[in-house]
């Protein structure tokens, strides 16, 4: 085999030590690299120094490291702005908990709509209905006292217990003739 040197410049061994530090920090977003000039390699006094020709005859071909072009960023990038994504977010949530409030006074408002609503149902449909008063109440009274007054002799009270049954049956006869 023929005999060959490899050359190290410390540009290469920068970029691997940055690479290897870029590995142990945290991933962050890819920000557009700002273009270097390409600087010379510089040669170390224990090797061997590669004539020009050899290096015009490697080129593209040859063995060695492919050069990377240059990049270039605009000096005047404006600086990422985190607070006014950041407004940006608290402005949204500043939103969201006013429409949840609104939201939890409007159901407020609902239950207690609903409850009265219930309420007023309940009481129209489990209402005690107002007492009748009894027909013919006076006639039945007075026929009653009649009976525990004369017990023996009942026949006195034979006209109070004709009216009793004149009043029951007028009444039996006009909550007919309604229904009809």
Known sequence: ???FSIQI???LVNRLVADDEKLKKRTKKSKTRVPREPQQP???VDQKHISDDSEKQKGPTGAGWPVPPPLFLPLDQPPYSVSAE????RSAV???ENVVEKLQKQEENMV????QKAKDLHDKEFMIPEPKPMPCLVENNAWMACY???ANDLTKCAPLAQNFADCARTVRQL???PAK
């Open 175 to 177: 909550a007919k003739s």
């Open 1 to 3: 085999m023929g005999d």
């Open 42 to 44: 510089q040669t170390k």
């Open 112 to 115: 207690q709509e609903v409850t």
């Open 94 to 96: 500043k939103e969201s």
């Open 86 to 89: 950041l407004d940006a977010i």
């Open 148 to 150: 525990k007054e004369n």
């Open 9 to 11: 410049s410390t540009n």
